[in-house]
């Protein structure tokens, strides 16, 4: 059977593996476990290592978060004020008009504390668990403009003002590409991209299409070109644009809100999958039986071709189950003996 690492690679390069990994993407589940809090966890790499690497341990599952990193927007607009007129740092909703994006300031990824933060993580990470795959969550260009102009503000300019949008994006993109550059010679394993505010829930196709397909294609181009692996999380509904995302260069959808099944008939012959018990119905409150069916199925109906991580449909609650995890966990090695004889 191949190694854990080895399985994750072959599965982002498409040729599939011969054992299911199991990612939980669990970060707050580990950090609340060991009564942190998430600052206190972002703040230290000695902290977040510990949690992440004995939550882990304990549970059974597969892989390590080195953490989310907002250091781009922080240190572009983070000297800005916000529309309530107040400095706060973190360079959220302080760009409205095109005069704000040009006092932004310049964003060197050697000076950001956060990514030196999240280096050491990784290499103590590395030092802990060898074997097992490391991951980070960082924001497509996109998402990092949403931060910079705040949400209401993102979300009406997606409709009454795209080329203000678009600018933005266009304006963080290099910060963006070199950030993942700097992690992808750290040695990650894939690179985790969120899109929670791009689905059906929150914009319409149309001002996807519009407003943040381009630019991704274009970011993860560059990003992948340089050598990393990208797991894109199509965090809400995105069956109506599932086509458009298939251009954005990801090895793997994390998916949410839709049936695995139907998008692996779909889509699995050109790009993995990952996902997709629901984090609050079935692994926070179902019961430990319903956990592993459900799993089970999971990985029946996406891991036929070895092409396939399971894993929640986003952030596992801190208030799931340990038996629960578990069950996760048994149901994948069970599947793995029906599926790879």
């Not at 590409?177 to 929150?202: H, Q, R, T």
Request: glycine share 8%.
């Amino acid at each position: 059977m191949m190694g854990k690492r080895e399985a994750v690679k072959a599965i982002l390069d498409g040729k599939g593996a011969d054992r299911i990994p199991i990612i939980m993407n669990a970060f707050s589940l580990p950090v609340m476990r060991y009564g942190y809090t998430m600052p206190e966890v972002m703040m230290s790499p000695e902290k977040l290592t510990e949690c992440m690497v004995g939550t882990r341990q304990a549970l059974g599952y597969d892989g390590l978060c080195a953490g989310v990193y907002g250091g781009i927007a922080a240190m572009m607009g983070g000297h800005l004020s916000n529309s309530e007129g107040k400095v706060i740092g973190d360079g959220d909703d302080v760009v409205h008009s095109f005069e704000d994006i040009e006092k932004l300031r310049p964003y060197d990824v050697n000076q950001c504390m956060m990514m030196k933060n999240l280096l050491r993580t990784i290499e103590l990470m590395r030092e802990a668990e060898p074997d097992e795959p490391v991951y980070a969550i960082l924001h497509v260009p996109a998402a990092v403009a949403f931060t910079l102009m705040g949400a209401k503000p993102a979300f009406k300019a997606m409709i009454k003002n795209p080329d203000l949008f678009l600018a933005l994006c266009e304006y963080v993109e290099d910060a963006v590409v070199e950030s993942c550059k700097v992690l992808v010679d750290a040695g990650l394993d894939f690179l985790w991209f969120p899109m929670p505010n791009f689905g059906g829930y929150c914009i319409s196709r149309k001002s996807y299409e519009k407003c943040i397909s381009e630019s991704n294609i274009r970011a993860n181009r560059r990003i992948k070109e340089y050598g990393a692996s990208i797991v894109i999380h199509t965090c809400g509904l995105y069956d109506d644009r599932f086509d458009l995302v298939l251009k954005e260069s990801g090895d793997a959808w994390h998916i949410s809100d839709t049936q695995t099944k139907k998008v692996k008939e779909q889509y699995g012959g050109r790009v993995s999958l990952m996902g997709n018990i629901p984090c609050c119905s079935i692994l926070m409150e179902g019961s430990e039986k319903e956990v592993y069916d459900f799993a089970f199925q999971e990985c029946m109906d996406g891991a036929g071709d070895g092409r396939f991580i399971l894993s929640g449909d986003c952030d596992v609650s801190p208030l799931t189950p340990d038996e629960n995890v578990r069950a996760v966990v048994r149901a994948a090695k069970d599947a793995e003996k029906v599926l790879f004889k």
